[in-house]
């Protein structure tokens, strides 16, 4: 289990259980891992969601990344994201530029349960007026494989469930 408020609370890590006192049980909803032979926690995502508009994914799968900060994706899939935000700029180096005022709302979707990502943590400040989204591209093989990070996992309690090989989100108390 993995938990992290981004409210600068501290994470916490428990091994062999969770906390219910991180979050609201009745909101627990399991993804099954896909047999992947790679030995990470790889599960289907179900669609992304920007600004209330669904990109419309199909047989995407998702790294869940602890060691990653940001969320990258497929170049094309990146662009979709951003196409769905107006004032996001491509900077040429697999990242996109976005005023800091701004507030978007970007959700995933994994087994049918929409969970949304902080705008604070969708954005990273680099001075008083510019930041870049915290979703950035990469060249890779399989262009339906993300890996999901921080951005988004700080925003949910997390639970990985090795024995029966899936990975838990609930809402944070």
């Given at each position: 289990m993995l938990w992290r408020d981004a409210d600068q609370s501290p994470s916490e890590l428990t091994i062999d259980g969770s906390n219910l006192d991180r979050y609201h049980g009745d909101t627990l909803?399991?993804?099954?891992?896909?047999?992947n032979n790679g030995g990470v926690l790889e599960?289907?995502?179900?669609n992304y969601v920007v600004n209330g508009d669904e990109l419309n994914l199909q047989d995407h799968t998702g790294i869940i990344d602890t060691g990653t900060t940001r969320i990258i994706l497929p170049q094309?899939?990146?662009e979709a994201l951003y196409d769905a935000i107006p004032t996001a700029i491509?900077?040429?180096?697999?990242?996109?530029?976005?005023?800091?005022?701004?507030?978007h709302e970007v959700s995933l979707v994994f087994s049918g349960k929409t969970w949304s990502?902080?705008?604070r943590d969708f954005t990273v400040e680099?001075?008083?007026d510019d930041c870049i989204g915290a979703v950035?591209?990469?060249?890779?093989?399989?262009d339906t494989l993300w890996h999901i990070g921080t951005a988004f996992l700080r925003n949910i309690y997390t639970i990985f469930d090795q024995g029966n090989r899936q990975v838990g989100f609930a809402q944070l108390a």
């Open positions: 909803t399991f993804t099954h891992v896909v047999d599960i289907p995502i179900d094309a899939d990146a491509d900077n040429g180096d697999w990242t996109y530029a976005l005023p800091c005022d701004e507030q990502i902080d705008s680099i001075d008083e950035i591209y990469a060249d890779t093989r399989d």
